[in-house]
């Protein structure tokens, strides 16, 4: 079975290589690799040129910074039945595919695993488990009401289920959350989503990262298609999940009158772990604006 891996990048020459090789190191071979190259005018090009392995394709594209148009040119030039998501500046342990395959049956449509996050902007290098979960049916509401547990660089699925749902909405407002709003289209369809319990890759923060803008935004633009499939209270649950990344984006960025207001909505509104965490913020905030 051939498994295509589709890799976006741009100007991220050094960390490239690592991705790449680890894909070569895979125990399970039968993969092609499909980097989609944002014209860097870096050293991409030597990099992709020393490795001479026909299983690569190297094509180019102007993406204007939206990476879901990269991937799906890449997704369209595949010919693998599977699809498998790598960020340039991810990379895989060496069974991660074997992995992956292991578990492939005819109810499986979808599968996800932990992966190891390793921070460079901290002042020491650290180390954490981006631990997902399973996820409850149905998938759809689990997704909108919990938030989304699935790392992109985890994900394999089926190239005529990408299909199914149009590839990846390409909107400029979704940047940043084009991936959660292609599982929610996903989930649509298909309630067959396997989570692999097993740290089979490492995501990498650093200060490049595009999550390190206001998720909110997208968060929003992400899921308001699928509003019409909640009550009332999964609603606010919802808009809660929102308001609390805009809190925290805003607390970040020491716009404390902006954060209390969104904070203090998620702790009238949301008694879980992110009542929680919000309260917190608001402690700090007032630790740091009356000491």
């Known amino acids: 079975m051939l498994i295509s891996i589709i890799i976006p990048t741009y100007n ?3 960390l490239l290589k690592k991705a790449l090789e680890s894909i070569f190191i895979q125990s399970y071979s039968n993969f092609e690799i499909i980097v989609i190259d944002d014209h860097s005018n870096d050293n991409t090009n030597e ?16 993406s204007n910074g939206i990476v879901a148009t990269s991937r799906n040119i890449g997704i369209k030039a595949s010919k693998g039945e599977w699809i498998a998501f790598l960020d340039s500046d991810d990379w895989w342990t060496s069974n991660k595919l074997q992995s992956c395959v ?6 499986v449509d979808f599968i996800y695993h932990d992966l190891v996050t390793i921070d460079k902007q901290s002042k020491r290098l650290k180390s954490r488990i981006n631990k997902s979960k399973n996820l409850k049916k149905p998938i759809l509401l689990d997704l909108l009401i919990n938030g989304n547990p699935i790392s992109n660089s985890s994900v394999m699925v089926r190239k005529n289920i990408l299909e199914k749902v149009g590839l990846i909405n390409e909107s400029k407002k979704l940047v940043a959350s084009e991936d959660f709003n292609t599982w929610l289209k996903i989930s649509k369809v298909t309630d067959q989503f396997l989570y692999l319990p097993k740290r089979l890759g490492f995501y990498l923060i650093h200060e490049e990262n595009i999550s390190n803008k206001d998720m909110s935004l997208s968060y929003r633009a992400a899921t308001d298609e699928f509003l019409s499939t ?3 209270i999964q609603k606010i649950k919802l808009e809660s999940r929102i308001r609390y990344l805009s809190g925290r984006f805003n607390y970040l960025n020491n716009d404390y009158l902006k954060a209390m207001k969104d904070l203090l909505y998620v702790i009238k509104n949301n008694k879980n772990f992110l009542m929680f965490k919000a309260m917190i913020m608001i402690l700090l905030i007032f630790l740091k604006r009356f000491r």
């Open 47 to 62: 990099i992709i040129n020393s490795f001479n392995d026909s299983r690569l394709k190297y094509l180019k594209n102007k």
């Open 230 to 232: 909640l009550n009332n």
């Open 12 to 14: 991220r020459a050094y």
């Open 102 to 107: 292991d578990n492939i049956n005819n109810k």
